[in-house]
T-cell receptor, first 114, second 116 residues
């Protein structure tokens, strides 16, 4: 079974530039999550999709972050404009949905904002 | 406000000995707890979980203990192996998602190093 795919693996940008991350979840997984992991901290939920609808985006900084899930499968997370404090690993995860608690994570995108 | 806390950033253990990783939580609505393991440059992978109706769950060398009254859980690894060296995250979820898939709240992680 293929895992959660993310790209790119690494990205270096300057502040005020824009950046986009892509995620392809495990086939058949209805729920998709984007997490932000700052160095030395645990992953923090940014947004949760159920199929192509948003379940929770309460912790997404909507003035600069946006996310969409195309046709209930792939998802993109965008930051525009980036700030220094956005430097982090951005993790995509998926699950079967419903009451399944087990999340499967991708390898993440390491973002450095200079 | 950290609802899930892992107060030990790091732990070193000799190969063959027991590793004990601890986690505390503050949200009494949490009813499901998980441990994830993370190697460098990889995403977290699920290790073991426990429901709040249990106080112990065992899977091979890994055992998770839950003390609801103390809002504390621990992960025991016996015997520890060098390949267990990784960051371990404690995570918790509640039943407030109204039918949608649950969200996980993570602790800050503990770096376990198993020395040969």
């Amino acid at each position: 079974e293929a895992g959660v795919a993310q790209s790119p693996r690494y990205k270096i940008i300057e502040k005020r530039q824009s950046v986009a991350f892509w995620c392809n979840p495990i086939s058949g997984h209805a729920t998709l999550y984007w997490y932000q992991q700052i160095l030395g901290q645990g992953p923090k939920l940014l947004i949760q999709f159920q199929n192509n609808g948003v379940v929770d985006d309460s912790q997404l900084p909507k003035d600069r972050f946006s996310a969409e899930r195309l046709k209930g499968v792939d998802s993109t997370l965008k930051i525009q404009p980036a700030k220094l404090e956005d430097s982090a690993v951005y993790l995509c995860a998926s699950s079967l949905g419903g009451v399944s608690e087990k999340l499967f994570f991708g390898s993440g995108t390491q973002l450095s904002v200079l | 406000d950290q609802q899930v806390k892992q107060n030990s950033p790091s732990l070193s253990v000799q190969e063959g000995r027991i590793s004990i990783l601890n986690c505390d939580y503050t949200n009494s609505m949490f009813d499901y707890f998980l441990w994830y393991k993370k190697y460098p440059a990889e995403g977290p992978t699920f290790l073991i979980s426990i429901s709040s109706i249990k106080d112990k769950n065992e899977d091979g060398r890994f055992t998770v203990f839950l003390n609801k009254s103390a809002k504390h859980l621990s992960l025991h690894i016996v015997p520890s192996q060098p390949g267990d060296s990784a960051v371990y995250f404690c995570a918790a979820s509640d039943d407030l998602s109204e039918g949608s898939a649950r969200q996980l709240t993570f602790g800050s992680g503990t770096q376990l190093t198993v020395l040969p």
